[in-house]
């Protein structure tokens, strides 16, 4: 089952994190040859193609020891503010998908609004 988790931003910020993927003995799986694929939605019913934003990873920051980086740009998080559902899906090099995160992306007003 995914881990449930909430993430909070301000609206037209940059937000970066990086990802470390174990086993359950807390042991580094190596991803070489692995997709990430991050996807924001309005509504879990909306198509892919009509996600607020998506994300495609497939250069790993140490792919060996399991660490990857999700970058989210000022571009991706220039939204409406309100509450949007993500997933963060990982595909094997042998085609298998695993959900491995999901929750809300709650993207807040900032204060400064630059141009």
Known sequence: ??????????????????????????????????TIRFTAKEKISDADVDAAFAK???????????????ELSKTDTDLDAGSYLFDVQITT?????????EGLINISRDISLTS
């Open 56 to 70: 495609v990873i497939t250069v790993h920051e140490d792919a060996v020891n399991g660490i990857s980086q999700l």
């Open 93 to 101: 090099d042998e085609e298998e998908v695993y959900t491995v995160l």
């Open 1 to 34: 089952m995914a881990e449930q988790v909430s993430i909070d931003i301000k609206r037209g910020d940059t937000w970066s994190r990086q990802l470390i993927f174990t086993d359950e003995n807390n042991l580094p799986i190596d991803i070489t040859g692995y």
